[in-house]
């Protein structure tokens, strides 16, 4: 299964109406505790905005404490879910999704549903950050009941969002389909180009991955316009990666590489070298399965440079990968097998004891070819010892049969 893009977490949108307190009143006549509260609440949301979330942390704890001596459920929540915020921010996705439970079991006091709703949509979304699907969507689909009853439709609208990333992690296309719809739906009610796009370029996802090519590129094609609208060009250019996949899904590679070559342009532009590298590699082997050659051996020549400026490894290796492909295709077995020497380098580093046997096998193999029997021979019985010590029956299956093929 292609892997897709995941929701930015925390996005600005799901953040707005965390701190309460330009909702505060200071009413004539209120106790010190009220006074000490607002004070509290009005230097944590002070040091929230300025991005010092620790020294919020204690402001926001301190608030909690004033709001629940007296009994103001509505601030206490507050505070309880801003907590939450800054633990998140903080890096503490557990004791974030503790403190908005804490809001939860609030907010479920009040008239106004829609903020347990919300709450149960941080927690939910915190829950698939920390690879708990089963929880998370539980706690998504809890909390659309509750916001559906909000005067405000937008954090509807991203809860189904999110339910359909899980559930295109999940492969429940039908699922993921009917919760985008839906989300559609209330941003188009919502006027919001911004969740439009991200709720488009879903859709595009989804109907990639379950094989519906032609649905994908209509729906990508919409996010592309959408995202250009929105002068987003890094947004743009992701979708016109991911119409390069649907396209030679269709057979069309010359519009696929239009596509993608418009992408690497934008991401050589914004220095974003990773997804550079990654457009690079797609183009490289479709130019290399069209039998363009020294077309495709140069753009795999940039795929490794940009990886290695990304500081990607695995994606480096990659790379190489298909260089050495290329260079093996014109049966320059002596090249391919010196192409391959910084992968396995790499390999032997970051790689598991699979993608190490793997590469060290396809390395022997081009060394043998290339009449190097000694180097080989190395290269075999490097495999082989990291096949054995990993004690897995496949691997050494593998170095049995190229041993086969060496004789």
Request: aromatic share 6%; net charge negative; with cysteine.
């Amino acid at each position: 299964m292609r892997s897709i893009t995941f929701l930015p977490l925390w996005a600005g949108v799901l953040l707005a109406g965390i701190l309460g307190s330009a909702a505060r009143d200071d009413q004539p006549g209120q106790d010190q505790v009220e006074a000490e509260a607002m004070g509290q609440a009005a230097e944590a949301d002070r040091q929230f905005k300025a991005g010092d979330f620790a020294a919020a942390l204690p402001l926001y704890e301190a608030e909690r404490t004033s709001r629940a001596k007296l009994g103001d459920l509505r601030y206490e929540a507050y505070a309880a879910r801003a907590i939450g915020c800054c633990h998140e921010r903080l890096g503490d996705l557990e004791a974030a999704i503790a403190a908005w439970n804490a809001a939860r079991s609030l907010d479920a006091k009040r008239e106004d549903r829609g903020f347990e709703g919300y709450d149960w949509l941080l927690i939910g979304q915190a829950q698939l950050h920390l690879n708990q699907p089963k929880s998370g969507v539980e706690s998504l689909t809890r909390s659309l009941p509750l916001l559906s009853q909000a005067i405000d439709r937008d954090h509807e609208s991203d809860a189904r969002l999110l339910l359909a990333y899980a559930f295109t992690e999940q492969e429940d296309f039908e699922s993921a389909l009917k919760h985008l719809e839906r989300s559609l739906e209330l941003a188009h009610l919502l006027d919001d180009p911004q969740r439009k796009a991200a709720i488009l370029a879903q859709m595009g996802r989804v109907d990639l991955i379950r094989d519906a090519a032609g649905p994908a590129v209509e729906w990508l094609s919409e996010a592309y316009e959408a995202y250009l609208a929105l002068d987003n060009e890094q947004e743009a250019a992701a979708m016109d990666r991911l119409l390069g996949d649907a396209l030679m899904d269709l057979d069309l590679p010359d519009v696929a590489i239009a596509r993608v070559e418009r992408a690497a342009e934008v991401h050589e532009r914004l220095q974003a070298h990773a997804l550079l590298a990654d457009d690079l590699q797609f183009l490289a082997g479709i130019r290399t399965d069209m039998g363009n050659l020294p077309a495709a051996r140069e753009l795999a020549r940039r795929a490794v440079a940009a990886y290695h400026t990304a500081e990607e490894p695995t994606g480096e290796i990659d790379a190489l990968v298909v260089l050495a492909r290329g260079h093996s295709l014109d049966k320059d077995w002596a090249t391919a097998a010196s192409t391959l020497t910084p992968a396995l380098d790499l390999v032997r580093l970051h790689g598991t004891p699979a993608d190490q046997v793997r590469l060290l096998l396809l390395a022997a193999d081009l060394e043998r070819r290339a009449k190097q029997n000694e180097r080989a021979a190395t290269l075999l019985g490097e495999a082989e010892s990291i096949a054995k010590r990993s004690d897995n029956g496949a691997l050494k299956r593998m170095v049995a049969e190229a041993r086969q093929a060496f004789r």
